[in-house]
């Protein structure tokens, strides 16, 4: 099978959007309004923070503000000259800062962020942990939401590998800690064989 045939490829992964638990888009948007829109995404590796600040970046895009967002990754303390540059460059309440990976940045270059980030009209991060900013919102993942994530990646596939993928969810969800990154990572290597398995001898 090639690599972009697989439901569980990079590629089909990209398509999979943030579904909010709890409350509504136009409800967290008038929450992240009553913050001062500067708040953060927190939650473990995995659990969507990164796919939820790209869909909100969307909608806060839809509402006028102009977005500068960079991207953090593990050992990066401090944000690059070209991110500075980028982020904080003649800056305007119209502008919404978006960092992914806040809580790799040190305690000096994360005061100097909330310092330099002030004339901008927001400021949304990702994070780990609680306590940067006040949060937005906690992304936590479930089982049944890998369930309905794989049924949305295998399409028309869903009703052949539904049964022999049920066996698999509560296994797979625990043993990456509900960080279905992972989990669909293992489940790319398991399509075929899973494939396999469902094929008679006759066939």
Request: proline residues 3%.
């Amino acid at each position: 099978m090639r690599a972009r045939d697989n439901p569980f490829g990079a590629q089909r992964l990209l398509t999979l959007r943030y579904r909010l638990s709890g409350l509504s888009w136009d409800e967290l948007l008038a929450r992240l309004a009553a913050l001062g829109h500067r708040a953060a995404l927190v939650g473990p590796h995995g659990h969507g923070k990164t796919t939820l600040l790209e869909d909100l970046g969307v909608r806060l895009e839809e509402r006028g503000f102009r977005l500068r967002a960079a991207t953090l990754h593990a050992g990066d303390r401090r944000l690059s000259a070209d991110q500075e540059s980028f982020l904080f460059t003649a800056l305007t309440a119209r502008d919404c800062l978006l960092l992914d990976g806040a809580e790799q940045l040190n305690a000096l270059s994360w005061r100097r962020l909330v310092r330099r980030s002030r004339p901008a009209g927001g400021l949304v991060v990702t994070s780990h942990r609680a306590g940067l900013l006040p949060t937005l919102f906690e992304c936590r993942t479930t089982p049944e939401l890998l369930r309905d994530l794989v049924r949305e990646l295998l399409g028309a596939e869903a009703e052949e590998l539904q049964p022999h993928l049920d066996e698999l969810y509560a296994q797979l969800f625990t043993r990456h800690g509900g960080n279905l990154r992972e989990v669909l990572r293992e489940l790319y290597d398991l399509h075929l064989s899973l494939k396999s398995s469902i094929i008679s001898p006759g066939d």
